[in-house]
């Protein structure tokens, strides 16, 4: 669905009907782009309310429970990586807006990389932390959230690996919305990036 | 038939479907096999064979129906369609184009109407089983635990895959034209959460073939029955992910559709107050509708995956569903609403010929109203056993949610006053109707506000009377008015107005007799949501059920009228009602485009009476005059799927 | 419109008012009073009630009028006159019911305050609810001992303090004639978010019954117990001779003495 949100969009011209009239400034796609962002909050925000009645009002223990360890470090270097991701995928707008393609296609594959690092260290850091969901409330909603996480990262990667494709195949163009098949899916992973760090500090951190 | 397979469509759709669920089933069995596991897992709320399935199949049945042969070609960099099949699925030229994954916001609207009006008729037999066995107290037809899942299902389809819809559909096809769009802003996700909705309603329907019967622990689902419940919990679960995901993709599309599309002139406060609530309604829905999706995974993952979220025991918390799911089910029951107080706004003003009274009041008082129901979702939750300090605070935000909502009845009140008053149209007359009903249902609502008096009422057949004054009184009394207002003007012919007379006066006396009384043996002492009662009870209940049958019956005379115009119907011409807003400076029905030029909007949508006025001015389309295209006139035949 | 009219039309408000009212705050909606708090809120219900037929009566009557006066003349197809709005009227119909709920919630919350008021002289009963069924412990005495019975025998003008718990899922514990009502939430080690303790002050002998509210499964709509409202006396001298119990926390006490509740359904 989230494909589908851009999909419709880029380049799609109406031969039958008429040219709507552009009553706003914005475009469609970048507007629907941040309202979906919008409810992608909340859902998240679903999630935090849950954090917060387990560990505030259902917790009456120590938190996270004695015995169980989560590895602050490797989550810490994991932010890094998928922060410069953020970077690199700006880096690769910029490119494809002052026309240099080589550019943007360096800069989206970077991005993609970075990113599956994250998701491979992840999954990783699953298999070794020594509890799984199954075990206490924490366990449950610690694999939520970094988990609804994951699947968000998983869905940008997605999103990026259309916007490689198409930039491989030659799409894109300097001229305004004429390469926002890079942009929207880079709104999208920037608010990935932000959603990771307020997980990070809640999950992680707190 | 081999080529019939290979092109999109709902064979190719079925083909996907089962190929999916293979899949599914077969990724389940190998990593159970790989862990060492027995294949299948058939513990009640497991059934990972069952559920991965149920996932996965309908997404083979999206790729099959042809939902995303544009974007795989998109995303695959190669050349999307040529021009001349840019807009291939794009309008209808015969019924079966009805049953096509189609883009035509038009095409869209009565595949939407036609299906939750399918759903209806189903939740409506429910609830007709249900008034039978609750006709005489102790159980005669159908056992308790049947009878749970009976009320579970009767609410989940009204409210999901009917209510909630039908108001999508019918602004699907009237906002476009409205606002002088060419279509939605999103075409083909548009068609997408169109079809996401009969996956939901089957999931509903079909989870009474579940072992241990269908989802039973009532719509809202409570943890942690639910989390223990059989097998069909868990296609509620799955159900109300598809119904969530479609109608937050619609709303999204109308938002963008209505900020970015407007015909040039139409600035805010010339947009017709359709426009205005389905743009407050999309509000709720985009903020409000991930938390229902969000708890109902959790429910999911404590029943399928056994982790802790509401189980107490490990540490979980029990209330914390219920917050998580009023925060959403409460803006829920305004998505029920708003749009159905735009609708009423449109068939008042155009058959009491007169402007809105005072229409921005009337706009700010929906925002009032989306902005409030953010703040009074614990108003469900009263005698749970949450905090005893929300409740005040709680009690009061909801009572002031009378003051928008009361605007508005006023307003309709003052639009009447000094009015020419034509009561020949049905819409008029469920118009009208719904102002005494709604407010009855209102005014039960604010008492249930007053924690005094909810800790009495609570959980009563008092909360199934409010339910049903503002869902049938209110909703669908807005529902039945925009049908019969737009009819003419989507399928180009006349509905019999003696039937649709009969229709509304049967309606109206079968739902007082039926949902008035309810008040009374709820606070009496009769709890809701019981298959059996205590004697004491049993003359009421007789007496509702039999108005509810009176009230059943009456929906197939709706039914068939509908069926009979669409066909037979004489022809409606362009403007029945001489109103003004854009839809109806259009042939009946619209052409295939919507507009040959965008229309230029040049004062304000009501202007009835000021000499001169004009709302819009449509290019030539004004022309276009008279009988119904292909289009519709063979549509009639179109049955939903 | 001319004063007269307007007059009329207030006068018809009045009256219609009090054709709905009057007989509706006759009727005893609520069924018998049993206890201090069923009184306070009965009056509020009929406090609103007034306010409600006050409300509803505008609309009807401004309803009926419009249809009456103005219903178009078969073939008329003229314009009604341009009235786009008025803004002092608009500010009336958004301040009177802004008054009207305000001073409902007010007036609640003071309702609120009385029937919650907690006793000093209080007698504590632990009630646990599991499908389908109810058991009612009274500590008595010294330690963990407890008199157990199915059936929840209370005495007279006394306020009881219930402790609700529940061994599987959510119930709620109604008795009509009390008013009264509050989930039972199953709660594990942190539990201590629940408000699980709540007063009612029977004030009328007799028998009633303890009604499930809250959909628990199967047998939700059998799951009653007997309430027995008897004099002070009389029920310190049942709870002499009932058989002292050790309670096991987490789990319902006691043999099932007193009468079998689940078939009552009356
Ligand atoms: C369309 C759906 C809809 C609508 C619009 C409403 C509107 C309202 N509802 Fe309702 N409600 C439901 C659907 C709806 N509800 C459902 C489905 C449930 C049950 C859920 C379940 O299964 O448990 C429920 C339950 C419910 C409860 C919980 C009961 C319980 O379980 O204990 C409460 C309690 O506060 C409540 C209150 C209100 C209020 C105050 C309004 C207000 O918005 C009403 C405002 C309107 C008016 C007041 C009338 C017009 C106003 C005037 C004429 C002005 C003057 C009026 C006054 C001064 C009073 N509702
Ligand atoms: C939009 C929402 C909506 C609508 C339209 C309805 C419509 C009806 N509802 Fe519904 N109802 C709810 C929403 C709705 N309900 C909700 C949310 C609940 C709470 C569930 C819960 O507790 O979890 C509920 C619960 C509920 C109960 C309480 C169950 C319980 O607590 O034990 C009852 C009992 O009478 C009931 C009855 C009816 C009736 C008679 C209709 C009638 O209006 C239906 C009329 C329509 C038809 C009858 C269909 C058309 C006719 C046919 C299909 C042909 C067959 C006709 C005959 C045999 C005559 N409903
Ligand atoms: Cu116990 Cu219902
Ligand atoms: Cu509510």
């Known amino acids: 669905m989230e494909s589908a949100a851009i999909g419709a969009t880029a380049e799609h011209e109406h031969h039958g009907p008429p040219e709507a009239h552009a009553s706003s400034r914005i475009d469609r796609q970048t507007l629907g782009i941040l309202l979906f962002i919008v409810s992608e909050t909340m859902l998240f925000g679903a999630f935090f309310a849950s954090y917060f009645f387990l560990r505030v009002v259902a917790s009456t223990g120590p938190w996270p429970p004695e015995g169980l360890e989560i590895p602050k470090a490797v989550a810490g270097v994991n932010t890094a990586i998928l922060i410069s991701s953020s970077f690199t995928v700006h880096w690769a707008l910029e490119s494809i807006r002052r026309g240099n393609r080589r550019g943007m296609i360096m800069g989206l594959a970077a991005t993609w990389l970075l990113g599956f690092t994250f998701l491979f260290i992840q999954m990783n850091e699953y298999v070794h932390i020594g509890f799984s969901a199954r075990d206490t409330a924490f366990g449950s909603i610690f694999y939520g959230l970094t988990g609804l996480h994951g699947a968000h990262v998983t869905v940008g990667l997605m999103l990026l690996a259309f916007a490689n494709i198409r930039a491989w195949r030659g799409h894109y163009t300097s001229e305004p919305k004429k390469h926002l098949g890079v942009e929207v899916p880079g709104i999208y992973w920037h608010f990935v990036d932000v959603m990771w760090i307020i997980v990070f500090t809640t999950v992680y951190i707190l | ?641 | 419109m001319t004063r007269a009219t307007l007059t009329r039309i207030i006068a018809a408000i009045l009256v219609l008012t009090a054709i709905i009212a009057v007989p509706m705050t006759q009727i005893h909606w609520d069924g018998t009073q049993g206890s201090s708090q069923a009184n306070k809120i009965d009056t509020l219900l009929n406090v609103m009630i007034v306010l409600s037929s006050f409300v509803f009566a505008i609309v009807l009557v401004m309803l009926g009028y419009c249809i009456w006066k103005y219903r178009a003349k078969p073939g008329d197809e003229s314009d009604g006159e341009p009235i786009h709005g008025n803004t002092k009227l608009e500010i009336t119909w958004t301040v009177i019911p802004t008054v009207i709920v305000l001073f409902g919630a007010i007036y609640s919350w003071v309702v609120l305050g009385k029937i919650e008021t907690k006793a000093s002289d209080a007698l504590p009963i632990n009630v646990t609810a599991q499908q389908y069924e109810w058991t009612f412990n009274y500590p008595v005495g010294s330690g963990d001992k407890v008199v157990s019975s199915k059936v929840l025998e209370v005495p007279d003008g006394r306020q009881l303090e219930l402790h609700l718990t529940s061994l599987d899922v959510i119930h709620s514990f109604w008795v009509p004639e009390w008013r009264i009502k509050r989930d039972l939430v199953p709660s594990g080690p942190g539990g201590n978010d629940v408000d699980n303790t709540v007063e009612v002050t029977p004030d009328r002998d007799g028998t009633y019954n303890v009604v499930c509210t809250e959909l628990c499964g199967y047998g939700h709509s059998t799951m009653r117990a007997l309430v027995k409202v008897v004099p002070e006396d009389q029920f310190n001298a049942w709870l002499k001779k009932q058989p002292r119990v050790k309670a096991v926390p987490g789990t319902p006490t006691g043999s099932a003495t007193g009468a079998p509740s689940e078939e009552t359904t009356d």
């Not at chain 2, 029905?589 to 001015?617: C, K, L, S, T």
């Open chain 2, 1 to 641: 038939m081999v080529a019939a397979l290979k092109k999109p469509g709902l064979g190719r759709g079925a083909v996907g479907t089962v190929l999916a669920a293979a899949f599914g089933l077969g990724l389940v069995v190998l990593l159970r096999k790989l862990s060492g596991l027995p294949a299948f897992q058939t513990e009640q709320t497991g059934y990972p064979q069952v559920i991965v399935p149920a996932i996965t199949a309908p997404f083979g049945f999206f790729i099959g129906l042809g939902a995303f042969d544009y974007w795989f070609r998109w995303a695959a960099g190669r050349p999307t369609y040529p021009a001349e099949l840019e807009h291939k699925d794009h309008g209808a030229s015969s019924w079966r184009d009805y049953f096509k994954f189609n883009t035509d916001h038009k095409v869209i609207g009565i595949q939407y109407i036609c299906t939750t009006f399918v759903f209806f008729f189903i939740g409506g037999l429910m609830a007709m089983i249900m008034r039978a066995e609750l006709a005489q107290p102790g159980t005669q037809i159908v056992e308790p635990g049947t009878f749970n899942s009976l009320f579970s299902a009767h609410a989940a389809i009204m409210i999901f895959v009917f209510v909630i819809p039908i108001f999508a559909g019918i602004a699907n096809y009237v906002l476009p034209l409205m606002i002088g769009a060419p279509d939605m802003a999103f075409p083909r996700l548009n068609a997408l959460s169109f079809w996401m909705l009969p996956i939901a309603g089957i999931m509903f329907v079909g989870s009474f073939l579940c072992p241990g019967g269908g989802f039973d622990a009532g719509w809202t689902g409570y943890a942690p029955l639910s989390t223990g419940a059989p097998l069909g919990q868990s296609f509620f679960n799955l159900g109300v992910q598809f119904a969530g995901a479609s109608s937050v993709a619609t709303a999204l599309n109308f938002l963008v559709t209505i900020i970015t599309m407007r015909a040039p002139g139409m600035n805010f406060w010339r947009m017709p107050l359709l426009v205005w609530a389905n743009m407050s309604t999309s509000l709720l829905v985009v903020a409000a509708t991930p938390f229902i999706a969000g708890v109902q995974f959790m429910v999911l993952f404590d029943r399928a995956l056994h982790t802790n979220f509401f189980q107490a025991l490990n540490g979980g918390d029990v209330l914390s569903y219920q917050h998580i799911f009023w925060f959403y089910s409460h803006p829920a029951v305004y998505i029920m609403m708003l749009p159905g107080f735009g609708i009423i706004s449109e068939v008042i003003t155009t058959h009491a010929r007169k402007p809105i009274f005072g229409y921005r009041l009337m706009a700010l008082a929906l925002i009032g109203i989306v902005v409030l129901s953010y703040t009074v979702w614990a108003h469900h939750m009263f005698v749970s056993g949450m905090f005893s300090w929300l409740r005040i605070p709680m009690m009061i935000t909801t009572l002031l949610i009378a003051v928008p909502t009361g605007i508005k009845i006023f307003s309709w009140l003052g639009t009447l006053f000094g009015s020419v008053l034509h009561l020949r149209s049905t819409a008029m007359l469920f118009a009208l109707g719904f102002i005494v009903t709604f407010v009855i249902g209102g005014i039960s609502g604010v008492m249930l506000g007053m924690v005094p008096i909810d800790i009495h009422v609570s959980d009563t057949y008092f909360v199934v009377a409010h339910i049903h004054f503002v869902l049938f009184g209110g909703s669908v009394f807005t529902i039945f008015a925009g049908i019969y207002h737009w009819f003419p003007k989507m399928t180009g012919r006349m509905y019999d107005e003696r039937l649709g007379r009969l229709h509304f006066y049967l309606t109206l006396v079968g739902m007082l007799g039926t949902f008035v009384p309810m008040h009374w043996i709820g606070m009496e002492g009769m709890p809701r949501r019981v298959a059996d009662y205590s004697a004491q009870f049993g003359n009421w209940n007789l007496a509702i059920s039999c108005f509810a049958f009176l009230l059943g019956a009456a929906q197939l005379i709706f039914l068939y009228n509908m069926i009979v115009s669409w066909k037979w119907g004489p022809l409606a011409g362009d403007n029945p009602w001489r109103s003004k807003t854009i839809e109806w400076l259009v042939s009946s029905p619209p052409p295939v485009f919507n507009f040959d030029q965008i229309p230029r909007v040049v004062g304000g949508p009501y202007e009835f009476g000021v000499p001169g006025a004009r709302h819009a001015i449509v290019g030539p389309a004004e022309a276009e005059v008279g009988a119904p295209t292909p289009a519709v006139a063979g549509a009639a035949g179109a049955r939903s799927p």
